[in-house]
């Protein structure tokens, strides 16, 4: 069985949309990025941190994914990384409320030593120091890095970003955040300028509107599937980006076709994702909800049309 690495937040959301609101509940990038990939037969292990206060029956959540704990810290006395956000009418937007590093402010990741010739690596969105001390580890050179990251690191640690990119094959980001790392406004242009800094593959999510692959000319689309109720988009990125490492990881294939099936499939666990708050839908999911969904999927962009 093929070996997928996940780093990222295991941490506390409190969420406010406008359908409701919740008290402290399970969250962080990793958590999303384990849940989804965990629907994959592949071999996964989480890199992350947590406090003193963290449930064990959330730890327990993910050792019955068949997802490795191992490489969790617990810091006694420490308390979890904590988000708190409010999304607008449109949850396209959001006002962050609070956001409380804890335990993550000095966080050393250390990879356990059964995964340290990961196939694939999927870096989920931390400072990018944290994601290169990860990459140092690594007694073999992934198959595939996969690259989560955000405008906030482009603010206040961009060289280091730079340095990170340097090093993956793979970058996951929203369009806002391609337009500024880039400097294009064009998404086209945005990719080309993406790919000297290092990946070979540029994926640029646009949430409600689906999401985009570029290789150097190469480009693929696909769309979001349109949804009746969106509860909570919290979580939907890193859902999308375990979706696809996880299938490129059972796959072993890393060719662009392949890649075509992987932004399929991570957009699929993604529309689950948002139904309800947090990872709720996500651990009540079944795979056959999972299949049937990915037929809703080709139905919606497969047509038949005489070309002349």
Not at 50 to 64: A, N, R, T
Not at 181 to 210: D, F, N, Q, R, W
Not at 231 to 259: K, R
């Amino acid at each position: 069985m093929n070996k997928l690495l996940i780093v990222g937040t295991v941490a506390f959301d409190a969420i406010e949309t406008p359908f409701g609101k919740t008290d402290k509940i399970l969250g962080g990038a990793a958590t999303f990025i384990g849940l989804s990939a965990s629907f994959f037969n592949v071999k996964s292990a989480i890199v992350s941190v947590v406090g003193e206060d963290f449930p064990q029956e959330y730890l327990d959540l993910l050792s019955d994914r068949d997802i490795d704990i191992s490489g969790i810290e617990i810091v006694k006395g420490g308390k979890t990384f904590f988000w708190s956000g409010r999304y607008h009418n449109d949850l396209n937007s959001r006002d962050t409320l609070v956001t409380e590093l804890n335990v993550l402010a000095d966080f050393q990741p250390k990879v356990p030593a059964e995964f340290k010739d990961a196939d694939v690596v999927m870096l989920g969105n931390l400072h990018p120091m944290v994601q290169i001390s990860v990459l140092d580890q690594m007694t073999a050179k992934p198959k595939l890095v996969v690259l989560d990251t955000m405008n906030f690191w482009m603010d206040c640690a961009l060289a280091e970003l730079h340095e990170v990119m340097k090093r993956v094959d793979v970058i996951t980001i929203n369009d806002e955040e391609a337009r500024q790392l880039s400097g294009e406004y064009s998404l086209v242009k945005a990719a080309a300028k993406i790919h000297t800094m290092g990946p070979k593959y540029v994926v640029i999510k646009k949430g409600e509107h689906g999401a985009l692959l570029f290789q150097g000319k190469e480009i693929f689309f696909a769309p979001a599937l349109p949804l009746e109720e969106v509860f909570d988009p919290t979580g939907a990125g890193d859902t999308f980006a375990g979706g696809f490492s996880g299938f490129i990881a059972q796959s072993e294939n890393i060719s662009f076709g392949n890649m075509k099936n992987a932004i399929i499939y991570g957009s699929n666990l993604a529309s689950f994702c948002v139904e309800k708050f947090g990872t709720e839908r996500m651990l009540d999911l079944e795979k056959e909800e999972v299949y049937d969904r990915l037929k809703q999927f080709r139905a919606l962009t497969q047509f038949d049309i005489e070309l002349e």
